[in-house]
C-alpha cells in the first residue's frame, strides 16, 4: 500500500499530493443534496447571486472531505487503524465551481499508543490550496496508525 506506517514517519515530514481536482456543480449539488442540506447559498443560483459573493459558494464539506481525500494515498492508505478526530478546521476563502483544488499535508505530532503496541498516533495538518495558491481549507487530523509488522 501507498500509505505510511507510523515508524516511517518523523515530525516535519511535508506531502504535496499530486492528485488535483477541479470542483464541479456535480461534486457540489452531490454533496449537498446528499446531506439534507438546504442551504440556497450552495444550491440557488438565484439566491447566490444576491449574496455578497455573487454566485454559488460550494459547500464547505465538500472543500473538507476533498482536502483529507486528496492526502490518503500519501499518508494512511492501507495503514490507517481509525482516524481519532478533526480539530481546527477552518475555511478562510470561499470555493466556487470551477476552482481547482490541490492538498498539502504535514506531520506535526507523533506519540506511541498506550493501549495498542502495534500502534501509533499521528496529528497530520492537511492544507487545501486553490489554484491562485490560496489556502481555502485546514485542518489537524488526528490518526492511528499502525507499525511496520517488526
Known amino acids: 500500500m501507498a ?3 507510523f515508524d516511517e514517519l518523523a515530525v516535519g515530514d511535508r ?4 492528485i ?3 470542483v464541479t456543480e456535480t461534486d457540489n449539488l452531490l454533496l ?3 446531506t ?5 447559498l450552495h444550491l440557488d443560483a438565484e439566491y447566490a447571486s444576491g449574496t455578497e459573493f455573487g454566485r454559488i459558494v460550494v459547500n464547505g464539506l465538500f472543500t473538507f472531505s476533498l482536502m483529507v481525500g ?3 494515498g500519501d499518508t494512511t492508505l492501507g495503514t490507517l487503524v481509525a482516524n481519532l478526530g478533526y480539530d481546527a478546521v477552518v475555511m478562510p476563502k470561499p470555493v466556487f465551481i470551477g476552482d481547482t483544488l490541490r492538498s498539502e499535508t504535514t506531520v506535526v505530532e507523533l506519540r506511541e499508543s498506550r493501549s495498542r503496541p502495534g ?4 496529528i497530520f495538518e492537511h492544507r487545501a490550496v486553490n489554484q491562485r495558491d490560496e489556502v481555502v481549507c485546514s485542518c489537524r487530523r488526528t490518526a492511528l496508525l499502525q507499525k511496520r509488522a517488526a
Open 3 to 5: 500509505g505510511r506506517y
Open 15 to 18: 506531502f504535496v499530493h499530486d
Open 20 to 22: 488535483a481536482r477541479t
Open 32 to 34: 449537498t443534496t446528499l
Open 36 to 40: 439534507h442540506n438546504p442551504q440556497p
Open 70 to 72: 486528496l492526502s490518503v
Open 119 to 122: 500502534a501509533g498516533i499521528v
